[in-house]
Each structure stands twice: as C-alpha cells, then as structure tokens.
Nanobody
C-alpha cells in the first residue's frame, strides 16, 4: 500500500519560516512529478509548486521567491521550504505524487494535509 504523509505544519508569525515534508511509503518503482497544493477556508484548492523527477521546479506566482520545493529520492520524500510567510499563506497544504507502481500501473496519490497558520 502506497501512502503519502505530510508533516511540518504549524503556527508561525508573519515573516517566519516552515519546512513541510511529504514522505511516501510502500512498494514504489519510481516517483515522477511531486507537487504541493493548498486550500484555505472557503477557497478552492490551488497549485503551489511542482518538482519533476529530474529536479526541474515551477512555482505559483504568489509564492515565487519565497517557497522552495525539493526532493530526496533516496528517502522517497519531498519538501516545501516556506520563507517570508504571509497571513495569505494560511491554508491546509497537501502533497501529490505521480507514482509508478508497476510497468503498467501509474497513479496519483494525495497526502492527508498539514495545516499552516500565519499570524499577522
């Protein structure tokens, strides 16, 4: 069974930093793209950042220059370093990974989410 588990959320003051982790477990042939999304109360889920298997990164304009996505393939873990946090960043953060299970099976997996709250 493949699972993704996020961790590292919490309460921080504006201008502070948090580092989120997304650990994948189970029988995994390869993890392709890994992504982070967030969802604030009353709003739709929005894409935050993507990192490819080769390490290429892309960011939403709202977090560009402040957030850094990375991955440790040996640990099957992705990270989201969040610096210069703003109250607008308050949301539940979710990781997503496209995982090759077998040569004929590839699936998207979602984590349970971790809450990030930024006070003003």
């Amino acid at each position: 069974q493949v699972q993704l588990v996020e961790s590292g959320g919490g309460l921080v003051q504006a201008g502070g930093s948090l580092r989120l982790s997304c650990a994948a477990s189970g029988i995994i042939l390869r993890i392709n793209n890994m992504e982070w999304y967030r969802q604030a109360p009353g709003k739709q889920r929005e894409w935050v950042a993507t990192i490819t298997s080769g390490g290429t990164t892309n960011y939403a304009d709202s977090v560009k220059g402040r957030f850094t996505i990375s991955r440790d393939n040996a640990k099957n873990t992705g990270y989201l370093q969040m610096d210069s946090l703003k109250p607008e960043d308050t949301a539940a953060y979710y990781c997503n990974a496209r995982i090759l299970l077998t040569s004929l099976s590839i699936r998207d997996f979602w984590g349970r989410g971790t809450q990030v709250t930024v006070s003003s």
